[in-house]
């Protein structure tokens, strides 16, 4: 009886409140990165040409950076909106005993570093997440994959310097805290996701098309 009841009672003016802020707040940062456009737009299309071109995306963080790169690697070799085929992307946030054997044996900041220089190729795509923008393990990890001749793109907070020394897009909300970049950060995320399948599905299509054009004038070949 007495938790039926406290289930029913009312929140206190000062919740209330202090929730009605922090969507206030939040909502204002989302109605500025539409400035941002542009740049997720230009980032959506690298990804896109990558997939096509049977690259790879590998993605990076710590924390909730961390979940927001996996996040990324499922929408994209799941779905995000429409059935297509999946997308080659990995988070190198999820196998702990990589992530654990790396750390004991090279350190912390190396735990992205490494998987990237045993996997990485030219032409792939490396995403890293940092709120703070000076993430010593994901600066690293851009280090490596550079080297590689991969495209790195970095997501931030308005901390830019060290990211764009590293990376070749920079993408920076302008939050004053770390939870309101990472609403951003989680927006344009989904922004990405749909580029890159509606971008990548196009190309599925195109290819799919070319296949069986190239098919059926093989036939025809044939009977000749």
């Known amino acids: 009886m007495k938790r039926a009841q406290a289930g029913r009672k009312q929140p206190s003016e000062q919740a209330v409140a202090r929730a009605r802020r922090y969507i206030a707040e939040s909502a204002e940062l989302v109605a500025g990165l539409a400035g941002l456009a542009p740049a997720v737009a230009r980032v959506g299309e690298v ?11 590998y993605l990076m963080g710590n924390g909730g950076s961390a979940a927001d790169a996996q996040h990324v690697a499922g929408e994209l ?21 990589v ?9 912390y900041e190396e735990v992205f570093a ?13 995403i890293g997440f940092s709120t703070s923008g000076h993430s010593a393990n994901v600066l690293r990890g851009f280090e490596e994959a550079r080297k590689a001749g991969a495209v790195t793109v970095g997501f931030c907070g308005p901390r830019t310097e060290e990211f764009a020394s590293r990376c070749d897009a920079v993408i920076s909300v302008p939050g004053s805290s770390s939870p309101h970049i990472q609403d951003g950060h ?10 890159v399948e509606q971008l990548a599905g196009a190309a599925e299509s195109r290819r799919s098309g070319a296949r069986g054009a190239s098919r059926r004038r093989g036939g025809l070949e044939t009977k000749a």
Request: with cysteine; glycine share 6%; aromatic share 4%.
């Open 99 to 107: 992530l654990t054997a790396v750390a004991n044996d090279y350190g």
């Open 47 to 57: 990804v896109a040409k990558a997939l096509a071109a049977s690259r790879r995306v």
């Open 186 to 195: 989680a927006i344009l995320a989904h922004v990405l996701c749909d580029l």
């Open 114 to 126: 490494r998987q990237l220089a045993a996997l990485v190729h030219a032409g792939d795509v490396v």
């Open 77 to 97: 070799v799941g779905r995000f909106l429409r059935e297509r085929p999946g997308l080659a992307a990995q988070a190198l946030t999820t196998d702990t005993s």
